[in-house]
């Protein structure tokens, strides 16, 4: 399902095959979701094809996929709505943490791009599929207590100490500079 064909070296004759170089796992990942969703195109009624593929396709296949999902996600009438660790089991229903989700598209929108689609086209873009985003992320920080809050980049630069925070504070006669010294005869212990 590549808008792109890749062609590949098909000659019998030839005796040295060229491996590709080893893929990160994320590259591996991104190359299962890309297989996934295609499948899923190719197996819908009727079959789709990726030029014809909008944000509400994509909508559909997140659907399909919280059907394999390990997160629960209390309904509004459960008792343990609001509680991140429920004290017993309950009939709501396992979904696709927000998370996975939020990661899966990431991973879509970049082999979309990779394959030949155009961005300005990008399904998984769409307004839609980022509203769907920020809704399930909003219900499941609801339903399980967890609040899902933009992790804050922590500045964890050391500083190097300068003298003043290594040396206790001077008084006020150490401050003024006696007649004859100057004022760094204070710090480096001589006289001038």
């Known amino acids: 399902m590549d808008l792109i064909s890749h062609q590949s070296n098909k000659n019998p004759n030839t005796s040295t095959q060229l491996s590709p170089p080893s893929s990160s796992r994320y590259e591996n990942q991104k190359r299962r979701d890309w297989n996934t969703f295609c499948q899923y195109l190719r197996n819908h009624r ?14 559909e296949f997140l659907r399909y996929l919280d059907q394999f999902g390990k997160t ?52 998984f873009g ?17 339903a399980r207590g967890v609040s899902y809050e933009k992790k804050r980049k922590r500045v964890n630069k050391q500083k190097p100490q300068t003298l003043s925070q290594t040396q206790p504070p001077l008084t006020l006669q150490q401050q003024q500079p006696q007649q004859g010294q100057s004022l760094m005869a204070n710090y480096s212990g001589a006289s001038v």
Not at 111 to 123: L, W
């Open 72 to 123: 629960k996600v209390h309904h509004q009438t459960c008792a343990f709505f609001g509680l991140p660790n429920p004290p017993a089991p309950c009939p709501c229903p396992l979904r696709q943490a927000w998370g996975s989700l939020d990661a899966l598209i990431g991973r879509l929108r970049a082999a979309y791009e990779e394959n030949g689609g155009p961005p300005e086209a990008n399904p």
């Open 126 to 142: 769409s307004r839609a599929v980022r509203l769907y985003l920020r809704e399930v992320r909003d219900f499941q920080a609801k």
């Open 46 to 59: 009727p079959p789709l094809s990726l030029p014809s593929c909008s944000g509400a396709h994509v909508l």
